[in-house]
């Protein structure tokens, strides 16, 4: 267990709607990293906060957004869904903004698993 | 840009040593890890390298040269449950200060008995 918390970890939907997915981060972590998954692919970074900021930007599309909150549990809002976007979405943290510290790591959780149809 | 190129699925025998390569073009590099992930699962840290040389964490080692953009993650002592797909992620300086690690597409490793 990573101690990083995301929900729902299935969620099946249709075109062209919205949904939110929540995570909230390891205790003690301020840096929130969301990332892609789709079928046989890597994992594609899509944006980071660190403590309540925007910190980085990926390959997001103009139809996600995320935010984090003060007590640290960021979301990912998806909307206008198309069939592509059926993927696993990760949400990860790190104590700094520098991705882990010393040694870059990044604690995962286990995932939401987003179909849409 | 970035981009990181590993071996799709590499296959091996219970016991066995079996090696992962990746090599990488980035700007700002800072330093590269691997992570596994098992069946669709988080996942999980298993090493890093920031500078040149052999990092080594009990059946597992990771190599860097920084000078020819490259690394590999060694496996020794093969065991089922290393069957998993292993990712390399260059960790990169991003602006806003942050150093974000950007993921290959993973080699599906596969065990046989």
Known sequence: DSGVTQTPKHLITATGQRVTLRCSPRSGDLSVYWYQQSLDQG???????????????????????????PDLHSELN???LELGDSALYFCASSVGSGAGGNTGELFFGEGSRLTVL | ????????????????????????????????????????????????????GLEETGRFSSFLSRSDSYGYLLLQELQMKDSASYF?????????????????????LIVHP
């Not at chain 1, 980071?48 to 995320?66: D, P, T």
């Not at chain 2, 091996?12 to 700007?27: H, W």
Request: glycine share 12%; net charge negative.
């Open chain 2, 1 to 52: 840009g970035q981009s990181l190129e590993q071996p799709s699925e590499v296959t091996a025998v219970e016991g066995a040593i079996v090696q992962i390569n990746c090599t990488y073009q980035t700007s700002g590099f800072y330093g590269l890890s691997w992570y596994q992930q098992h069946d669709g699962g988080a996942p999980t840290f298993l090493s890093y390298n920031a500078l040149d």
């Open chain 2, 88 to 108: 390399c992620a260059v960790r990169a300086h991003a602006s806003g200060g942050s150093y974000i690690p950007t993921f290959g597409r993973g080699t599906s």
């Open chain 1, 43 to 69: 994992l594609q970074f899509l944006i980071q906060y660190y403590n309540g900021e925007e910190r980085a930007k990926g390959n997001i599309l103009e139809r996600f957004s995320a935010q984090q909150f």
């Open chain 1, 78 to 80: 998806l909307s206008s």
